[in-house]
């Protein structure tokens, strides 16, 4: 299976998860008198299964992005980790530019908002950080379709 099998399951399972929690969670309480839609201790089995699946899935791929190496010399868990800062940079700025550029609304003439920050670096800057983050998702998907997963 190719690790980005693995992790199309590994977002498969979390739904699921996810799913059986909030039916869980509708039916350990019920009226006095009345029987749950489903049988809690079934969706409580259900629910063991699939964490122990998720479990499993969670430490190959872990397992695998360890030993990915890149021509670089780099390995995947390194490249997942500037990709998330990347995109928290990205989010910083593209939120201060935001902000930055943005009028506000005329409600009381008499306060005046004035920008405290240049915006044309900080646009150069976020289309750097952009462009940056798209080549190294590419190579991350790439990796991702070409090796297998550790099992």
């Known amino acids: 299976m190719k690790l980005a099998e693995a992790l199309s399951l590994r977002k498969d399972l979390e739904t699921r998860i996810t799913k059986i929690k909030d039916r869980l969670e509708n039916v350990v309480r019920v009226q ?3 029987k749950p839609a489903e049988e809690p201790q079934e969706l409580m089995d259900e ?12 430490y190959n791929i872990n397992v ?13 868990t390194k490249l997942l980790a500037e990709r998330d ?25 008499e306060i005046r908002y004035v920008t405290s920050i ?30 297998e997963l550790v099992e």
């Open 32 to 34: 006095e008198g009345d």
């Open 47 to 58: 629910l063991d299964s699939c964490l122990s699946q998720l479990e499993l899935l969670i």
């Open 64 to 76: 695998t992005n360890m030993s990915i190496v890149t021509d670089d010399g780099r390995r995947m």
């Open 85 to 109: 800062i990347l995109k928290k940079r990205i989010e910083i700025l593209r939120n201060t530019f935001n902000e930055a550029t943005n009028s506000g609304s005329r409600y009381r003439n």
């Open 118 to 147: 240049e915006v044309k670096p900080l646009r150069q800057k976020l289309d750097k950080f952009s462009q940056q983050y798209r080549m190294l998702d590419m190579k991350i998907q790439e990796l991702n379709f070409t090796n």
